[in-house]
């Protein structure tokens, strides 16, 4: 993009729909919306039998997630977050294979690189010794060489940024859990179905205040963000978007837990400005206003009210949960976490596309 070009795109409303499809000339808004095309692609994978070879009438002693970095890594994150308590198997989160990893084991190695030395190594390693292996990444270079034959391939269907993959990955952890573990029950399609309808709610042509990831853009435009998770899923997903935010909005954006953001507020110290400090303020007595600060606090439907009860006389921190989509008549009922989880990243991904779109 030219300076003309970021000229232009540096003064494109929200609400202005012509101007946001002109300036998107990446196509990052319809990568944002296409979570529920890449869980629907990997439920039809499942109907096509690819993951027959990892089915086995007892469950494996460990699911291991190797991951080295970006979108699989957060995937593997908020998966075992949410699932490692109920899984007849527990979900073991590395950088690299385990020297420990044998024939009972499920190995799942994850990433959009297929010449990352990791993910090369950990492929081999559990093929070498037996383990169940699926490969969610691109079938090419190393990585097919030493899994082709040996390994079930799952390369991306469906050509998105890895930036906004996380649904994939998710797609493809919830299909191994629904595979190799019999208590463990999943509808992708459903929640590829739930995806789409959130891509919905949040699209181009819907103005702001009934549109969740539009005001979500609006409201980190203006100073510094801070997004927070108050448990190990909640932060995992912050991490991401942060990711998220500074790889397509090029905004930096802090993620931490919501113990620290507590100290912070309690402490007065968020940098930003009261009601009655903003009123009376005259910049050539008392100098500009500090920056603001404002703390999203990322959550689920049932713990939201709590939360919001943390938080309740700070004004400039707020909460999204599924359920929070601005001024739409009827909110959707609560799915179970990893849906809710997997909504909350499509607003927030398509936020960032907005913010990249009316930032130039």
Do not use: C
Not at 57 to 81: F, K, M, N, Y
Not at 183 to 206: C, F, I, P, Q, T
Request: charged share 20%; net charge negative.
């Amino acid at each position: 993009m030219n300076a003309d070009s970021r000229s232009r795109a540096a003064g494109i409303d929200l609400d202005d729909v012509d101007g946001l499809i002109d300036a998107d000339r990446d196509g990052l808004l319809r990568a944002a919306a296409m979570a529920g095309a890449q869980m629907r692609a990997t439920a039809a994978a499942l109907e096509e039998g690819v993951f027959e070879p990892l089915r086995s009438g007892q469950p494996p002693r460990t699911v291991i997630w190797v991951a080295s970095h970006g979108a699989a890594e957060s995937a593997g994150e908020i998966l075992a977050a949410v699932l490692g308590g109920s899984t007849a198997a527990p979900i073991v989160i590395a950088p690299e294979v385990p020297p420990w990893i044998g024939a009972l084991d499920v190995l799942v190695v994850a990433g959009d690189d297929a010449a990352d030395p990791a993910l090369v190594a950990a492929a081999a390693t559990g093929v070498r010794r037996g383990a169940r292996v699926l490969v969610v990444a691109p079938e090419e270079g190393p990585l097919r060489d030493v899994a082709a034959g040996r390994a079930v391939l799952l390369p991306p269907r469906l050509r998105v940024p890895d930036d906004f993959g996380l649904a994939r990955y998710l797609a493809a952890g919830l299909v191994v859990l629904d595979v190799v573990d019999p208590g463990m029950k999943v509808d992708v399609a459903a929640l590829a179905d739930e995806l789409d309808a959130e891509a919905l709610r949040n699209s181009v042509s819907r103005e702001v205040f009934t549109n969740p990831a539009k005001t979500l853009a609006d409201r980190m435009s203006d100073g510094t963000v801070v997004l927070a998770g108050h448990d190990a899923s909640t932060l995992a997903l912050a991490r991401h978007i942060s990711a998220v935010l500074l790889r397509v909005a090029h905004l930096p954006v802090a993620s931490v837990s919501l113990s620290d953001v507590m100290v912070v507020l309690h402490a007065g110290v968020t940098g930003g400005a009261n009601y009655e400090t903003s009123l009376f303020h005259d910049e050539e007595i008392d100098g500009p206003l500090p920056a603001r600060v404002r703390t999203i606090v990322l959550t689920t439907d049932g713990d939201r009210p709590g939360i919001m009860t943390r938080l309740a006389g700070f004004d400039d921190a707020t909460t999204i949960s599924a359920e929070d989509i601005g001024d739409v008549a009827a909110p959707p009922p609560s799915g179970r976490t990893e849906q809710q989880l997997a909504m909350l990243a499509v607003r927030l991904e398509m936020a960032a596309a907005y913010l990249r779109l009316v930032r130039g």
